[in-house]
């Protein structure tokens, strides 16, 4: 399956190294706003993110990925480009641990040594980043971000668009509102509201997104 790879910084590159874990994949395309124009280097295409649009009225058997860590910019990119869902593929890297029960969506992508346990569903555009855990049952919506070693044990549930610091850990049957933020390594044990920022042991609301202080 051909891939172009949205996004072509940090991320991309885990991203780009997920997707030749599989032989089932060729990049063939990164498109990010610091190309000017489209060009061929190699076999590579390389342009302007709008240039996907005029990429797909020439090759019909491509796919894309967001390789964006910004769960905002990566909702943003999708509304712009219009594309139906099947011109987006999930990336799975090779060393990861998927159970056959959960579901993932399209453009998600599950990084090295990450788990989905049973009965697990993961929305569109979201990311499984390095070594995170998501257990039995979780749901997660469209758009989030579990960042390296986070751990969501069973049936946690994230709205749309939520972020999990790096190492922070969810305890069984949380449910974390659209759009919120949990910062590294907190420990949340309590329902979150939208639109908030969390950290701490146990994880508090620190901030509305509006950059207010709560406390
Ligand atoms: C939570 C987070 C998003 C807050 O970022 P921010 O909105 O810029 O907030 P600030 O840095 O202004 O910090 C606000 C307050 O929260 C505290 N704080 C920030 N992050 C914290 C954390 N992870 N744990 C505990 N306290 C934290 C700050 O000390 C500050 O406290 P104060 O008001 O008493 O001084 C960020 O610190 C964080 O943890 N991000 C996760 C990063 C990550 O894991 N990325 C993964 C990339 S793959």
């Known amino acids: 399956m051909k891939v172009v790879v949205i996004g072509h910084g940090g991320h991309s590159k885990v991203i780009t190294e997920a997707i030749l874990s599989n032989d089932d994949y060729e990049i063939v395309g990164y498109l990010d706003d610091k190309y000017e124009g489209v060009s061929l280097v190699g076999n590579i295409i390389y342009g302007p993110l709008l240039s996907a649009i005029t990429l797909v009225d020439h090759f019909y058997d491509i796919n894309f990925v967001i390789a964006i860590g910004n769960n905002e910019i990566r909702k943003e990119i999708v509304r712009k480009l219009n594309f139906s869902d099947n011109r987006y593929v999930t990336i799975i890297h090779q060393s990861a641990v998927v159970s056959p029960t959960s579901k993932i969506g399209v453009g998600t992508v ?45 049936d946690v549930q994230l709205e749309e668009g939520v972020s999990i610091g790096a190492g922070a850990t969810v305890i069984p049957g949380v449910t974390i509102g659209s759009w919120s933020t949990i910062g590294a390594g907190a420990v949340v044990i309590n329902q979150i509201p939208s639109y908030c920022t969390a950290v701490g042991i146990p994880a508090k609301v620190k901030k509305v997104k509006k950059g207010e202080l709560i406390d």
Do not use: Q, Y
Request: aromatic share 2%; proline share 4%.
């Open 110 to 154: 599950v990084m090295p040594n990450s788990v989905i346990n049973a009965d697990s569903e993961i929305g569109k555009h979201t990311i499984i980043n390095t070594g995170a855990i998501v257990e039995h049952d979780s749901e997660i919506s469209n758009f989030c971000h579990i960042a390296p070693r986070a751990t969501l044990t069973g």
